[in-house]
């Protein structure tokens, strides 16, 4: 009797050779930009001027030309804030948990979730900067030797716990991005014809280290790799652990919580992995590369949100049910106001994209249909933005004294700064689609032959 | 070759002066000795400047020039040459003095920094306590919109001209002489008037703008002396008003500091109030039991009060409780109306004789002088100046063009008058019509007297060099009559004799010798009252901010928020929910939070005011309008010009009341200002409050201490505490106890602050973002028919309760509480600041560091009782917020001791920090422990009833270490374990049940 196990699905389609991915890969870094990257990158350019303009009128006139109010200190700039940092969670949670966890799935997206988990770190940088009454002195919240007398930051507070790790997990992730680049500039450089590029061939020589694809370059590679996952994966659930503690250590109905941390991180891994499938879905199609981000990519990043969202869920009701059990009538009201008050239109649409939509991708149709993907996907970025509004705005607006109660509008600048925020973001991942290996082809290649029958030819 | 031209340096040159050429060998007429110095290389090796020093020197001296090139702001401060004995820079100094413009009355004490009066208190007297718009008069001192010296026909004029043209066209004047005043109550002022008019043949006539003209005659007719009588309410157990707001503004006086005195429930009695009134008054708020009534409804029950105590009638069901408390507090009891009608206050005044109140609660014999205008007189005058009877009118502490209801009869009087003059400080209203403005000094520049009853005079003194070329009117009149006579001297010669001069100007006060007044025994006509009024009845009345509207153009009363409203920047028509649902009216929140309304045309007889807001009122009468005097200025400045709507032309036959009035929604929506968008306490244990049989049982009534179960056994907060306590043993430990029975609401505390803590004005657009910058608010709660109770009774649901909730009743309990910061003492705004700009200091308090705060606001999200406040702007020099920060004249009303903020700082009540360190110093300096009362804050010295005490918790003698202990004392949020340097005590309501 012969027993012949089932061939694993391959994770890369269309039969490519080495010299194939190569020529995939460097194919968007050396060739022109197409009509549609253009167009994409002009409104995004709009949007980031408006960006431009919005941070520099704030800066001149002061914060007064948001809509905050004496009750209401934080809204769409904390809110912007947490939203991006939740959504660069995933590039590393990709690249250094799926590592550790030897998924190879991971090889296609890594890069691209990493350079999304970057400038989206980028972004959430500028809110706290912004947000500060005198953002010109934003560098007294580093304790650095001063000639103020002995004037010390204050380690209890959690925002000073923010500034560490955000800066933290910003250099570990653009460290542990940059060393998985090495290789592929490599390639880059050595693809690049010196006569027609010298400019181009000397920048990708720098980049990429005078990497020479020597056994003890890629031993050391590997072996760097995989101190910096170990290094990354602890961050990827302290950052927003910490973020959540700008909340959960407050004293505010509604944010005194203290599931935060857990809730937090996996709305961050929801929402991440929601923004990487609007990119690579996008990506794929204007890029060319449907035989590396495959179905079975899309799928795998589904089962991921499905999941995520499910624990976001049960998290939403396990705080209707600590107010409730609490007995606290203040913790009361604040959640029975959050689904019911003048803001219970952010409370039903956080509900519905967060909760109830994720529920379809349990259907197998539903989670391999690209298009009911990327929608369910912008549903997701949408329900997670609103999830953090909701948290900051529906507790603070009506907190213990009723004589305080008011409301929050944005105005034109907190919109300009917001959307404009993510102009910024498509800027620079435009520019990097254009100038990086947007696949890490490298060690791409490792699983081009998984399967016995692709040695055969 | 033409010949070249020869230039000569000068002179010399052209005469061949031998000198010149010696000049032209030599360059320097001496020799300077470089080789001496350079040449000699031992002496440059010894010298002690090496090349390096050299370097430094021309490094430094580089940089210098350079640095000295830039332009930096010169700010020149000019020392005294010859320092003044009395002033020393950085302590303040104080002078009595006194306030009166005709409708605000009190005797005050000036504080002055450096020659600037800065700040108004309360001189301890038991008379009088300033108001809100008196301790703002301060900053009216430094309007920029004052006259800068005498205008004729709107164009400077020097005053030596004006004086010899109004002298001579006064000599020959045809017609009448006229001297409209408001009331006088200075006895100088009055001789003078009178030698003024000697020469003249001056017809005097004093002007109310808000009359009570019909009390003043009524006791005319029944006494036989034309007064309003002094009253008192720390005699009278029962007090019925009939819609006499007299903890607001009626009749000039302040009488809340008497109300409070008779309820102290420490003392086993409370006096019982019963207010029976249309709007929502201060008054009404405060009283223990209110009855919204209309304006003729409450005519129809004084009258029947009048006949059930005469045996006439039986008691209406409304006012049954009333008549038997009237009847068992004989001579114990006070029965007042606001009513301006003769034949109503003689019926009051009848009641208040067969209750045997006269002589006991109300005072006769020594009355007040503060009211004693005749309209029927300044009726005459129009219709004089309109009949070209008047040849010259002179005009002081009025502003008839705005403050009559036929204004325009009156301008149309004034140009037939040939000589026109007003005294008023700036071209107000009836300024711009007149030829002559010859404006007077404002009362902190001024010298005069002030004689409120007859027994008392008040003296004012100038606390400042005039600013401007101004003269006293006293001093104009005594000009014109030929007299040269300083005032000054005039004053001190005609008090000299009377009082000892020197000590009754330190005092501020003297006591006169004076007889009570004849009166005769009560005799009079009572006339039935009854009113017969159809359809909705307006009532006008004063806001508690603008008063009578003549410092309109002040920007602290503007952003000062209406004690019961809780909005500011406006007038608007009060309206009852039931009407506003009967006629289609609403308010709404708009998506920021702010309160819009809707638009009426309002038509009372046949005056029609357009687009004038409603706000919806609980407490309001059902079919009635309220509607505030003292806004819609057209002439009072930058800062008073078009707010609001002017409702003096409402005011038809001398009546505040109006029935028959129409209202017509029409389009568009108005934006109010409103500080307090939510009116209810939901549910929450804010203001804990007991009745006085409750509390005299059980003095812990009301205030359930909160017990936390823990598996040591139920504990308080304190005792379960995460954290390590400061230590508030050694030292002082400042703590601030407010009297929630005591407090009336009347905003005194709130504009002190304001004035002391250099508060921005943030003016109506930011105040309608929820940008307040006051550091205390005066939170109003009304209560709501549904309560906790009541759905657990009737099984409804937590999501319907607190909807019902949010809606106050139709005539709601109201409860006022001071929130300003708590000064935690396990502070949340402290451990989150991520810069250390918010620290704990060792005496309890919570300090603010401005110029560490990097402006993150979580501290303010972070603080439960949202008392921080920040800079969203500068608020300072900046031509967005042309307030009085944005002018030099205006900013010398700023504390010196208190820093102006920069725009992205955070700030909040420092519970007047300057003023405990001054204090501290002062004992150390006198070696001696800081004594009960002397430690101040702004808020504690203004209030005018005692509702706020400060003190060290850690000195038994001080008042506040007793009222920690009190049974009565609670911490705001005490669930919270903030551990409060602030507390409160419970209110406490004289009812029956």
């Known amino acids: ?457 | 070759m033409t010949k070249q031209k020869k230039y000569w340096k000068g002179l010399s040159e052209l005469a061949n002066d031998p000198l010149v050429d010696k000049l032209k060998e030599n360059e320097f007429i001496e020799e300077i000795p470089v080789d001496d110095f350079l040449g000699d290389d031992k002496n440059l090796s010894e010298t002690s400047t090496s090349r390096r020093d050299f370097l430094k020197f021309l490094g430094f001296s580089t940089a210098a020039a350079t640095l000295a090139a830039c332009e930096t702001p010169i700010i020149k401060s000019i020392p005294y040459v010859v320092k003044p004995e009395e002033i020393t820079p950085g302590v303040a100094n104080w002078y009595a003095s006194t306030f009166y413009d005709g409708n605000d009355f009190a005797n005050i004490l000036v504080k002055t920094r450096e020659g600037r009066p800065i700040f108004i208190k309360g001189n301890d007297l038991p008379s009088s306590s300033p108001n809100a718009r008196v301790i703002s008069s301060v900053l009216s001192l430094y309007d920029s919109n004052r006259l800068k010296g005498a205008m004729k026909n709107g164009e400077s004029v020097t005053w030596s001209d004006a004086d010899t043209d109004i002298t001579t066209r006064l000599s020959n004047v045809e017609g009448d002489v006229v001297v409209l005043t408001n009331t006088i109550i200075s006895p100088t002022t009055q001789a003078i008037i009178e030698e003024f008019g000697k020469k003249y043949a001056v017809k005097h006539v004093q002007y109310d703008a808000i009359s009570v003209q019909g009390m003043l005659d009524a006791n005319k007719e029944s006494f036989g002396q034309r007064v309003i009588p002094t009253y008192h309410l720390d005699k009278a157990d029962v007090i019925v008003s009939f819609g006499a707001d007299f903890l607001g503004s009626w009749l000039s006086t302040s009488l809340e500091k008497q109300y409070i005195a008779n309820r102290n429930p420490k003392s086993g009695k409370m006096s019982r109030h019963f207010q029976i009134e249309t709007n929502m008054s201060l008054s009404g708020s405060n009283a223990d039991i209110r009855i919204p009534v209309k304006p003729s409804e409450k005519l129809n029950l004084l009258e029947n009060l009048f006949d059930t105590l005469n045996g006439n009638s039986t008691a209406n069901d409304k006012i049954k409780d009333i008549v038997a408390e009237l009847t068992s507090a004989k001579g114990k009891s006070l029965v007042i109306c606001d009513s301006n009608d003769k034949a109503i206050q003689i019926m009051v005044n009848a009641i208040n004789d067969i209750l045997g109140n006269y002589g006991k609660t109300i005072d006769m014999g020594q009355p007040s002088l503060l009211k004693a205008g005749d309209d029927n007189a300044v009726a005459q005058l129009i219709k004089d100046m309109n009949d070209g009877k008047v040849g010259a009118l002179i005009m002081s502490g009025v502003n008839p063009s705005y403050t009559l209801a036929d204004a325009e009869a009156f301008n149309a009087g004034l140009k037939k008058v040939s000589l026109t003059i007003s005294t008023a400080l700036s071209m107000d209203e009836t300024s711009t019509n007149v030829e002559y403005v010859c404006p007077d000094r404002h009362y902190l520049e001024s010298w005069g007297d002030a004689k409120a009853t007859p027994n008392q005079v008040a003296f004012i003194q100038p606390t400042i060099q005039p600013l401007f070329d101004s003269r006293q009117i006293q001093e104009s009149l005594l000009v014109w009559s030929g007299d040269d006579t300083e005032y000054y001297t005039y004053l001190k010669n005609y008090w000299r004799s009377k009082v000892s001069w020197s000590s009754s100007l330190h005092d501020g006060i003297a006591e006169l010798s004076a007889d009570a007044l004849s009166l005769s025994s009560f005799a009079a006509n009572v006339k039935s009252v009854l009113s017969q009024a159809q359809g909705l009845e307006l009532a006008l009345y004063q806001s508690n901010s603008i008063g009578d509207g003549s410092q309109a153009n002040n920007p602290w009363l503007q952003e000062l928020p209406d004690p019961i409203t809780r909005s500011c920047w406006d007038n608007y028509l009060t309206i009852s929910a039931t009407t506003a649902r009967e006629n289609g009216l609403s308010n709404w929140n708009i998506s920021d939070g702010s309160l819009n309304g809707d638009m009426v045309r309002l038509t009372v007889g046949d005056v029609v005011l357009e687009n004038i807001p409603v706000l919806i009122q609980p407490g309001q009468a059902i079919g009635t309008l309220g509607l505030a005097l003292g806004y819609g200025r057209t002439a009072s400045g930058k800062v008073g010009n078009g707010v609001g709507v002017n409702a003096y032309p409402l005011v038809l036959n001398n009546s505040y009341t109006s029935s028959d009035v129409k209202i017509e929604k029409v389009e568009g929506e108005h934006g109010f200002a409103s500080v307090q968008l939510h009116h209810t306490m939901m549910g929450r244990d804010l203001i804990k409050e007991t009745t006085l049989n409750e509390y005299l049982e059980n003095p812990k009534s009301g205030n359930k201490p909160l017990l936390y179960d823990t598996h040591l056994g139920k504990l308080a907060p304190d005792q379960i505490d995460l954290w390590q306590a400061h230590d508030h043993e050694t030292g002082h430990f400042w703590n601030l106890g407010i009297n929630l029975t005591s407090c009336t609401g009347c905003n005194s505390c709130v504009v002190a602050c304001h004035s002391e803590n250099n508060v921005p004005v943030v003016g109506k657009e930011e105040v309608r973002k929820s940008r307040d910058m006051h550091w205390l608010r005066i939170d109003r709660y009304y209560s709501s028919d549904m309560t906790k109770e009541i759905a657990e009774e009737e099984g409804i649901g937590a999501v319907s309760k607190f909807k019902a909730m949010e809606i106050p009743s139709e005539n709601p309990d109201v409860a006022f509480q001071p929130v300003m910061c708590q000064h935690c003492n396990h502070a949340p705004c402290e451990t989150v600041c991520p810069v250390a700009a918010t620290t704990h200091s060792a005496e309890g308090l919570n300090h603010m560091t401005y110029n560490r705060c990097v402006g993150t606001r979580y501290c303010a999200n972070n603080c439960p009782y949202k008392v921080r406040r920040f800079n969203w702007f500068n608020y300072a020099e900046n031509d967005a917020f042309d307030y009085n920060m944005n002018d030099d004249l205006g900013k010398m009303v700023l504390n010196p001791d208190v820093t102006v903020r920069a725009r992205g700082v955070m700030e909040k009540c420092s519970m007047c920090i300057q003023m405990i360190q001054k204090t501290k110093l002062d004992a150390k300096r006198d070696g001696r422990n800081i004594v009960d009362n002397e430690a101040q804050t702004a808020c504690s010295s203004a209030c005018p009833t005692g509702a706020i005490t400060f003190g060290d918790a850690n000195n038994q003698s001080h008042s506040v270490t007793q009222m920690v202990e009190d049974d009565r004392s609670y911490q705001l949020l005490d669930h919270l374990n903030t551990k409060n340097s602030v507390f409160y005590q419970t209110k406490i309501r004289n009812r029956k049940s």
């Open chain 1, 1 to 457: 009797m012969q027993k012949e196990s089932p061939i694993r699905e391959p994770l890369i389609l269309g039969d490519k050779s080495y010299h194939d991915i190569t020529v995939d890969v460097a194919k968007p870094v050396l060739a022109k930009a197409n009509k549609m990257w253009w167009i994409v990158f002009g409104i995004s350019l709009v949007l980031f001027v408006w960006w431009i303009l919005s941070v520099g009128y704030t800066i001149g006139t002061g914060i007064g030309v948001w809509g905050l109010n004496k009750t209401v200190g934080w809204a769409w700039d904390i809110t912007n804030f947490v939203w991006w940092v939740g959504i660069g969670h995933a590039g590393t949670l990709i690249s250094a948990v799926l590592l550790l966890f030897r998924q190879k799935w991971r090889l296609s997206i890594n890069r691209s979730a990493e350079a999304m988990t970057i400038f989206a770190v980028v972004q959430a940088g500028t809110f706290p900067l912004l947000h500060m009454g005198r953002p010109w002195l934003a560098y007294w919240v580093f304790p650095i030797p001063n000639n103020f007398g002995s004037l010390w930051v204050n380690f209890n507070s959690p925002l000073l716990w923010d500034v560490f790790a955000i800066s933290t997990y910003f250099s570990v992730s653009f460290v542990f991005w940059y060393v998985g680049l090495i290789p592929d500039f490599a390639m880059i450089r050595d693809k690049v014809n010196e006569k027609y590029w010298p400019l181009r061939k000397k920048i990708y020589s720098i980049l990429s280290f005078g990497w020479s694809g020597r056994a003890k370059d890629w031993q050391r590679f590997e072996e760097v790799s995989l101190v910096l996952a170990g290094l990354a994966t602890p961050l990827v659930f302290s950052v927003h652990s910490i973020v959540s503690f700008d909340f959960a250590t407050s004293v505010i109905p509604g944010w005194h919580t203290t599931i935060f941390p857990p809730y937090f991180v996996a709305g961050a891994v929801f929402s991440g992995f929601a923004m990487v499938q609007t990119l690579l879905l996008v990506m794929r199609k204007v890029v060319g590369l449907e035989a590396y981000i495959t179905i079975k990519h899309v799928e795998y990043m589904n089962i991921v949100i499905m999941l995520t969202g499910n624990l976001v869920g049960i998290a939403y009701l396990t705080e209707l049910f600590m107010a409730w059990y609490s007995g606290v009538e203040f913790e009361q009201y604040a959640f029975l106001n959050r689904a019911t008050g003048p803001y219970w239109w952010a409370y039903w649409i956080m509900m519905t994209c967060n909760v109830i939509s994720p529920q379809l991708m349990w259907f197998k149709k539903l989670r391999t249909n690209i298009v009911f993907t990327f929608i369910l996907a912008l549903f997701v970025n949408i329900g997670m933005w609103f999830e953090r509004f909701v948290i900051i705005v529906t507790s603070i607006h009506r907190d213990y004294l009723p004589s305080s109660w008011t409301m929050f509008s944005p105005t034109f600048v907190d919109i300009g700064i917001f959307v404009g925020s993510i102009g910024f973001f498509f800027v620079l991942f435009l520019l990097y689609s254009r100038t990086f290996p947007v696949i890490a082809q490298a060690e791409l290649k490792t699983i081009v032959k998984s399967s016995s029958e692709q040695y055969k030819k």
